[in-house]
């Protein structure tokens, strides 16, 4: 699918170094990591959230991106907080900060919910479900976003390759995605970026084992 031109023998102490990289690019990310990477405009959003009656909701299917939108938030945001509601309760306490960003927010429960919406904060959701209604009747107005729309071929070609960067190991070439593996990327899973992810870390996996010949 991407090729790579140069081989650095020299380099073989490292599992990684046949492809200039110093980990499999598609691996786990660190949240901070994460934000640093993600190709997401967030001023925008920034300004509307320093009105504490404003709810900000990011509406989509797992792995399309909401979670790195509230990531990217939280790292500009330095006195917001950030509370992830696991599927299984109990649900946990929601941190205070301002705003507050809650992940996976329709898994609230009744008294979360009540509390958060009761905060006088500025809020932002990550969720599945429309909240807007429980949002508009505690009085916040709300900018609601569908997060998947547009991981299109150009933007999901534009964020594999910035993670391929960020496992460089030293200058020199590395795999590259072309526009062309995008677009083959996206007819087979549509706008679902972790799918994606987790497709070319099995792939990297996969030529490590098998040895490299210049050619992934």
């Known amino acids: 699918m991407f090729r790579l031109d140069d081989k650095s023998p020299s380099m073989g102490w490292l599992p990684w170094a046949r492809f200039n990289l110093h980990r499999n690019p598609f691996g786990e990310l660190t949240p901070d990591e994460r934000a640093e990477l993600a190709v997401v405009e967030v001023d925008y959003l920034i300004?509307?959230?320093?009105?504490?009656?404003?709810?900000v909701q990011f509406i989509g299917e797992c792995g399309r991106g909401k979670t790195t939108r509230m990531l990217k938030l939280r790292s500009h945001l330095p006195e917001s907080s950030y509370t992830?509601?696991?599927e299984h309760l109990p649900c946990p306490?929601?941190?205070?900060g301002n705003p507050i960003l809650v992940d996976e927010a329709q898994?609230?429960?009744?008294?979360?919910?009540?509390?958060?919406?009761?905060?006088?904060?500025?809020?932002?959701?990550?969720?599945?479900?429309?909240?807007?209604?429980?949002?508009?009747?505690?009085?916040y107005r709300v900018h609601t976003e569908h997060i998947g729309?547009?991981?299109?071929?150009?933007?999901v070609c534009e964020?594999?390759?910035?993670r391929i960067e960020a496992s460089r190991l030293q200058s020199g070439v590395i795999p590259v995605i072309s526009i062309e593996d995008a677009e083959l990327?996206?007819?087979?899973?549509?706008?679902?970026?972790?799918?994606?992810?987790?497709?070319?870390?099995?792939?990297?996996?996969?030529?490590?084992?098998?040895?490299?010949d210049g050619e992934m």
């Not at 990327?185 to 490299?212: H, M, P, S, T």
């Open 107 to 139: 898994r609230l429960s009744r008294s979360a919910r009540r509390c958060v919406l009761r905060s006088r904060c500025s809020l932002v959701f990550a969720t599945h479900n429309d909240l807007s209604k429980s949002l508009r009747k505690h009085g």
């Open 93 to 96: 306490p929601i941190l205070s």
């Open 149 to 155: 729309e547009s991981n299109g071929p150009e933007l």
């Open 159 to 162: 964020l594999l390759n910035r």
């Open 47 to 55: 300004e509307m959230l320093g009105d504490p009656r404003q709810a």
């Open 185 to 212: 990327l996206v007819a087979e899973f549509g706008n679902d970026i972790r799918g994606i992810e987790n497709r070319l870390y099995l792939q990297f996996q996969k030529n490590l084992e098998v040895g490299f």
């Open 84 to 86: 992830y509601i696991p």
